[in-house]
């Protein structure tokens, strides 16, 4: 499945907007005090447990994404947009766009 933040495909015109689908992911509190406690893994100003961990909750959030739209029958996701919320000490990575048809 084709997964991109442009609006179009190029060379493969939308023949059916099949509507909105997204994923989340959400990292709780503890996960915070774990990286925390690995500190002396910041080197140059960068955590590598942090990148990590955000790394793991960003492939989640859009394979989450991709699950919802290949449901659907979508041959690809559109205007994928990547988002980065933190609600009561929890950080959140949601993902969204639009799953279409090609044929």
């Known amino acids: 499945m084709i997964v991109t933040t442009t609006p179009t495909v190029e060379g493969r ?8 689908v ?8 503890n996960i915070f005090k774990d990286l925390f406690a690995g500190i002396r893994d910041i080197v140059g100003g960068r955590s590598a447990a942090y ?4 790394g793991n909750a960003r492939r989640t959030a859009l394979a989450e994404m991709e699950a919802a739209a ?9 205007g994928v947009d990547l988002d980065y919320e933190v609600i ?16």
């Open 88 to 103: 009561n000490n929890m950080l959140m990575v949601s993902a969204s766009g639009t799953a279409v048809r090609f044929g």
């Open 13 to 20: 015109p939308a023949r059916q907007y099949l509507g909105i």
């Open 51 to 54: 990148e990590r961990e955000l």
């Open 70 to 78: 290949h449901a659907l029958g979508a041959d690809a996701v559109v």
């Open 22 to 29: 997204t994923g989340e992911a959400i990292l709780g509190a």
